[in-house]
Nanobody, 115 residues
Framework: QVQLVESGGGLVQAGGSLRLSCTAS????????IGWYRQAPGKQRELVAQ???????NYADSVKDRFTISRDILKNAVDLQMNSLKPEDTSVYYC?????????WGQGTQVTVSS
């Protein structure tokens, strides 16, 4: 069973930064893609950022130029650096990874941005 463990969430003031990390029990470089999603209360889960096996990245328009997704070889993790955080970034953030036809989710980590 593949495990994805998220860490790094918390409470931060608007304009601040947080770094989320998703550690996988299977090689991230063998995945099709790994992404960060978020879901606020009463809203649908949405893609925030994704990185493919070839290192290509894509971002939601709302986070472009503020968030950066990257891979950490030593930790076998995918990180999400979040800068210039806004109250509307408040959500539970989930890591998602795809290996072949299989899709896995982490348990989520809460990010709260106060105004």
């Amino acid at each position: 069973q593949v495990q994805l463990v998220e860490s790094g969430g918390g409470l931060v003031q608007a304009g601040g930064s947080l770094r989320l990390s998703c550690t996988a029990s299977r090689s991230i470089f063998r995945s099709n893609a790994i992404g960060w999603y978020r879901q606020a209360p009463g809203k649908q889960r949405e893609l925030v950022a994704q990185i493919t096996s070839r290192g290509m990245t894509n971002y939601a328009d709302s986070v472009k130029d503020r968030f950066t997704i990257s891979r950490d070889i030593l930790k076998n993790a995918v990180d999400l650096q979040m800068n210039s955080l806004k109250p509307e970034d408040t959500s539970v953030y989930y890591c998602n990874a795809q290996w072949g036809p299989d899709d896995y989710w982490g348990q989520g980590t809460q990010v709260t941005v106060s105004s």
